[in-house]
Nanobody, 127 residues
Framework: QLQASGGGLVQAGGSLRLACAASGRTFSRYTMGWFRQAPGKEREFVGAITSSSGRTYYAESVKGRFTISRDNAKNTVYLQMNSLKPEDTAVYYC??????????????????????WGQGTEVTVSS
């Protein structure tokens, strides 16, 4: 199970840190992704972090503003969001991908590739 938290209301230019806690003993093997869905829009990829090397990859719209990190000892992945804009308003979801053998350093950007999803946490950025 994945449990996302940390959402809320923030002014433009502000920061929030989302967390996604996972249950189970195999968290360190998962590639973890963050997605978001704005009202009336498709769920879109935000960023991901691999299991083996901690390599990260971001959507262009958040690159340089958002940072993903993970703490395998706490079974938690984080999304640090800085310089927030009103267009970042969305429900944010974390997702876990069990990579195939040898795929621990692969970044997955497409929703169907992920095996488990959290319930989402809402972020509202006011102008």
């Amino acid at each position: 199970q994945l449990q996302a938290s940390g959402g809320g209301l923030v002014q433009a230019g502000g920061s929030l840190r989302l967390a996604c806690a996972a249950s189970g003993r195999t968290f360190s093997r998962y590639t973890m992704g963050w997605f978001r869905q704005a009202p009336g829009k498709e769920r879109e990829f935000v960023g991901a972090i691999t299991s083996s090397s901690g390599r990260t990859y971001y959507a262009e719209s958040v690159k340089g503003r958002f940072t993903i990190s993970r703490d395998n000892a706490k079974n938690t992945v984080y999304l640090q969001m800085n310089s927030l804009k009103p267009e970042d308003t969305a429900v944010y979801y974390c997702a876990a991908k069990v990579p195939p053998a040898g795929g621990g350093n692969t970044i997955y950007t497409r929703r169907p590739m992920y095996d488990y999803w959290g319930q989402g946490t809402e972020v509202t950025v006011s102008s």
